[in-house]
């Protein structure tokens, strides 16, 4: 009868629904970046202009990707004991 959908993948074999999904892989973009880390994409954007937050560009003007590690990095150094 009917056929059932195909379920749509990434490239790296994650499952592609929200466009904010945080996949597998190693770059963000910066909807995932605010889902994996909690904060607002402002907050990121600010973090990467007082160069706190590096970026990777992978060709001149494209999209802002950010690498995980990085990320952790930043949420590391962060932390403090009250």
């Known amino acids: 009868m009917g056929q059932q ?4 993948r990434e490239p790296n074999g994650t ?15 910066l909807p995932q970046a605010r889902a994996y880390s909690g904060l607002s994409e402002w907050k ?9 937050l590096p ?6 003007g494209e999209k802002w990707w950010i690498d995980r590690k990085d990320l952790d990095a930043v949420i590391d150094r962060s932390k403090r004991l009250l």
């Open 5 to 8: 959908p195909t379920e749509a």
């Open 15 to 29: 499952e592609k629904t929200a466009r904010n999904t945080v996949p597998g892989g190693r770059l963000l973009t």
């Open 44 to 52: 990121l954007r600010s973090m990467v202009h007082a160069g706190l």
């Open 55 to 60: 970026i990777v560009q992978l060709n001149d």
